[in-house]
């Protein structure tokens, strides 16, 4: 089994109240004027902000400068600059945590899904941290908020096969960089209202390294990977001259229920599990109404995402980095009982989900 040794969020400094967000979103999304659409257009910005369940959200740049970014192309150059700078953070905090040495490591997997870098984050990094010139990388894109769990599972397939290395995912989205300006439509609205930046970092290490046997750290039991037919609008990027424009359908509480649920079970079931065993839930922040839909339908206590709400609430959506944020918070502020299950979770375009079984 795969051994997690270390896991690390970071935030960039720039911290604001949701009301903040929701003031500085209007000026730049929503077409001047004082019409009847324009004031309508207003009204639902208003609602979405104040319905995310997000309090607070911190941003790569200071909320004066996202009215002026420019084109796609300014705002890709700073996710590199930027992205850089919080990937590094997040990396070195991760490497030292674990006791691991830049040169150790064998393999990196980055996602991203909020801009586009060649060469990729972790080959601009490998000399600034330290990284061994032969050290084996797999940058990834397109897999959205699914990421950070499908990492981890794909981290997990590579030390099975390896099991005296050291893996390294690293997450970094900048998703206030990907905000259409001038765009009132419903997605863009909700995307403005729900998602934030940020970075994570994990270490993993296979059976047979040191850390492993010392038993710091959950281990990887298992993994599910899952595409559902016919759902592929639901979420994803429209990818034009502005850069990347949101696919967020209203359907996607509904797909949970229909789909997500049933796969957990079926999952669980084939560990001879059912939820109400799992001890630790590590579930991606989707919104308010994506986790009401994972509540009912798995039937979990009122408790079970506790730490799913109250990150969200805390820095909102983070895409790929989210569940590495969560399950940071489980291990400082949670962690359960030795020997337990533990379930990390997450849903991304495709439409999918990630099903990673942990045990503590």
Known sequence: MTRIAAV???????????????????????????????RADRAVLDRLHRTSSVGT????????????????????????????????????????????????????????????AAPSLEARLAGRVGLRPDVKRVPVFGLGCVAGAAGLARLHDYLAGHPGQVAVLLCVEL???????????????????????????????????????EGA????????????SG?????????????????LGAELPELVRLHVGEEVRSFLAEHDLKPPDVAGWVCHPGGPKVLDA???????????????????AQVGNLSSASVLHILRDTLALRPPPSGTPGLMLAMGPGFCSELVLLRW
């Open 217 to 228: 750290g959950p281990t990887v039991s298992a993994t599910r990977s899952r595409l559902y």
């Open 294 to 312: 994972l509540e009912a339908t798995l039937g979990l206590d009122a408790g079970a995402l506790e730490l799913t709400r109250r990150s969200l």
């Open 57 to 116: 959200r911190h941003l790569a740049l200071p909320l004066e400068r996202y009215a002026d970014l420019g084109g796609f192309g300014r705002a890709n150059d700073l996710f590199i600059e930027e992205g850089l700078r919080l990937g590094e953070r997040a990396l070195r905090a991760a490497l030292d945590q674990a006791g691991i040495a830049p040169h150790e490591v064998d393999l990196v997997i980055t996602t991203s899904v909020t801009g586009i």
């Open 175 to 213: 998703c206030s960089l990907t905000v259409q300006r001038g765009d009132a439509s419903p997605a863009n609205l909700v995307a403005g209202a729900l998602f934030g930046d940020g970075a994570g970092a994990l270490v993993a290490v296979g059976r047979e390294h040191r850390l492993h046997r």
């Open 8 to 38: 690390q969020g970071v935030l960039p400094p720039h911290r604001y109240e949701q009301r903040e967000i929701a003031e500085a979103l209007a000026a730049v999304c929503l077409p001047d004027g004082t019409d009847r659409a324009t």
């Open 231 to 247: 759902t592929e609008r639901a979420l994803g990027w429209d990818i034009g001259d502005t850069g990347f424009r949101i696919v």
